[in-house]
């Protein structure tokens, strides 16, 4: 396969960019960690919180539908324990 120069540009301009992305996540693992450090908690605790808020920001009103299910295990949790 031959490819001209304006080919050849194009794909070393992706395969710079996959490098910057990839160097960027491994930052944002690492700020993750340092927060969750700060705060005396898991990297997995502060990444749920950033996925939540993420799709609050993106959809609405997926907080408050979380917020529910947890008060329902809460229930149903709450409820076991009384049974035994």
Do not use: C, H, P, W
């Not at 960027?24 to 908690?41: N, P, R, T, Y």
């Amino acid at each position: 396969m031959q490819i001209d120069i304006q080919t050849r540009d194009a794909i070393e301009d992706i395969i710079d960019r996959r490098v910057s992305v990839a160097s960027m996540q491994s930052q944002i693992k690492e700020d993750i960690k340092a927060v969750a450090e700060v705060l005396g908690v898991k990297a997995a605790q502060i990444g749920k919180i950033i996925g939540l808020v993420e799709k609050e920001r993106a959809k609405g009103d997926v907080i408050a539908g979380e917020r529910d299910i947890i008060e329902v295990a809460a229930d149903l949790a709450g409820s076991s324990e009384g049974e035994e």
